[in-house]
């Protein structure tokens, strides 16, 4: 046993054995130096492709190495955007950093080809998102990752619950009008948050069906949401995850929180479903632990769609970083705030133009009298022409945002975006362009998406919305499509456009077929007007006699 030993030490210690080991380690070396040579080169030379392709698109000059560094507020920028348009044209180039490029792009038909074009979405511009939800394979994700739950979104948005015959079930509605009843009951009430409580109720029963309706919980998942959406943008503006400040901590256990709720909603749906045991792997908080009891009762309205999102087996494919119950909370956030602001932004047309608001009215009346269907909204041109132009002058999401991740992108008029670029379309300079949408481009006109039948070109600028034109029986007047006009993007467009359009904009239709027959929306005759109020006008609702 000595000896052998002897002779491994004699080995080890031998000259040629540690010349055998100077040379494997000096080549060890020299490949990690190749291989960070290498991948520094290409990283140089694609620097250099894209600071050589960038030169050919126009843009103010960059005196810093980093960029137009402070590029201001957000109402800054988008004036700065503005500016910019009028000066270097309808595409031009922003350095944010070395080797970070922003392309503005203001042209409609340049927008259209650029949206059908670049499909992805950079990560990091829903920083926001992320950091309150974590991972999604929905929203701000390359597009190869979201494809897959679009188009059954979009399947069951646009196919199934468009399909039924109402958009909104008949409960749903009088659930949300004795809401209205209650309200009333208080007096006044600010528009803003009227309309999250219509928006909140229509995105939960969407998704969780009708056991929403009776959750004990909504209210504080409502209340939560709301908190989360008034500090994401705060948190995620830090350049590095600010963990040693209490009140992010505070705030990612609300996020927690919302989850907690998202699971618990779901159980009380009364259904089984494989995603808690692929969080399991995933999740950072444990949530799989639950448990969940499979339940025998009949799904409710809505958990066909929710099964849908909770399955992490969507068409055969389990994203491994990705959590279902993101999904949820992302559209519940996103459906809500987006639902909030068209609801919001209706009603304060309806109570500003209280003509237009009588003339819905009547149609609706009139709707009604001829229709076998409880809700035909697709008749009711003008209520459909007011949720659009409303659209149309939302305040909310100043900015489309995509990046084309593998392929430079080149556009039919030769200009050339390379690969990578941030891609921003000002939406809402273009949704108020005066060349897209005539001279009352600012004003509130729903008959801007009214054309004579037979002249579907002819847009009604005249507003001589008729009788004639709200009796469907007699109906001489079509609703355009308003993504015919290229400059029409409250909802986005191309590849990524918003998979829930059309679903909230019948949605919010039947909404409206509903309250309108019961009130008339009015400004509060003493507060409509206050200065303080950052929520809205404040509004009443008043019971009509029929
Ligand atoms: C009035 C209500 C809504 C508005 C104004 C709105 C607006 C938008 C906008 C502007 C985008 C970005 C589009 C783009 O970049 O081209 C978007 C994306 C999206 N919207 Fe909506 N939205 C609304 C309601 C909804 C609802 C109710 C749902 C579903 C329940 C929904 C689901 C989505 C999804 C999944 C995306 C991400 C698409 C992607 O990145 O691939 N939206 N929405």
Not at 240 to 249: H, L, M, N, Q
Request: proline fraction near 4%; hydrophobic fraction near 40%.
């Amino acid at each position: 046993m000595n000896s052998i030993m002897n002779s491994v030490n004699d080995f080890i210690s031998s000259k040629s054995t540690k010349e055998y080991a100077k040379k494997e380690l000096n080549a060890i070396l020299w490949v990690a130096l190749i291989t960070i040579t290498v991948f520094l080169l290409e990283k140089v030379s694609k620097l250099f492709r894209l600071w050589s392709k960038a030169s050919k698109i126009p843009g103010p000059a960059c005196n810093s190495f980093f960029g137009h560094g402070n590029l201001g507020s957000r109402e800054n920028f988008i004036d700065l955007l503005s500016e910019s348009h009028d000066k270097y044209g309808s595409v031009f180039k922003l350095w944010l950093g070395p080797t970070q490029l922003l392309v503005s792009i203001k042209d409609p038909t340049l927008i259209k080809e650029m949206l059908l074009k670049a499909e992805d979405k950079l990560p990091f511009t829903g920083r926001a998102f992320r950091l309150a939800f974590g991972r999604s394979s929905l929203f701000f994700c390359p597009y190869d990752q979201a494809q897959n739950r679009r188009e059954s979104l979009a399947l069951e948005l646009n196919g199934k619950m468009l399909g039924r015959a109402n958009v909104i079930p008949k409960n749903v509605v009088d659930c949300i009008m004795e809401r209205v009843d209650a309200i009333m009951s208080e007096g006044s009430v600010d528009c803003k948050s009227v309309s999250q409580r219509m928006a909140f109720t229509i995105l939960g029963t969407t998704l969780f069906g009708d056991t929403f309706l009776a959750w004990s919980k909504a209210t504080f998942y409502e209340e939560l949401l709301m908190m989360i959406a008034k500090d994401a943008s705060f948190w995620a503006s830090y350049r590095v995850t600010p963990f040693w400040k209490r009140g992010f901590w505070r705030y990612q256990s609300l996020c927690t929180k919302m989850k907690w709720l998202t699971l618990d909603i779901a159980q009380q749906c009364g259904k089984n479903y494989g995603l808690f045991c692929h969080m399991d792997q995933n999740s950072h908080i444990g949530i799989a632990k639950v448990g969940i009891k499979a339940a025998s009762v009949a799904p409710p309205n809505g958990v066909e769609m929710q099964d849908k999102f909770f399955s992490p087996e969507l068409d055969g494919h389990i994203n491994e970083r990705e959590e279902p119950c993101e999904n949820i909370m992302g559209m519940m956030f996103h459906g809500c705030i987006a639902t909030t602001s068209l609801i919001s932004s209706v009603l304060e047309r309806l109570v500003a133009d209280v003509d237009i608001q009588d003339k819905i009215y009547s149609e609706i009346i009139k709707v009604k009298q001829g229709s076998v269907k409880e809700e035909n909204v697709e008749k009711m041109l003008l209520l459909l022409a007011t949720i659009y132009e409303s659209a149309r002058l939302l305040p909310a999401g100043p900015l489309l945002q995509r990046c084309s991740l593998k392929d430079d992108l080149i556009l039919k008029s030769g200009v050339v975006i390379p690969a990578g670029a941030v891609l921003v379309v000002p939406a809402q300079l273009l949704q108020m362009d005066d060349s897209s949408w005539g001279s009352d481009a600012s004003k509130f006109n729903p008959y801007r998406f009214l054309s004579k039948a037979g002249k579907d070109s002819d847009l009604v600028l005249d507003t001589s919305f008729t009788e004639e034109a709200v009796d469907p029986s007699r109906c001489s007047f079509i609703l355009n499509d308003p993504n015919d006009n290229a400059a029409f993007l409250p909802f986005g467009s191309g590849m990524r456009a918003c998979v829930g359009q059309k679903f909230a904009i019948h949605g919010v239709a039947t909404l409206f077929a509903s309250l309108l027959q019961r009130y008339e929306v009015r400004l509060h005759p003493q507060l409509a007007n206050d200065p303080k109020s950052t929520t809205g006008p404040q509004i009443v609702f008043v019971r009509r006699n029929s």
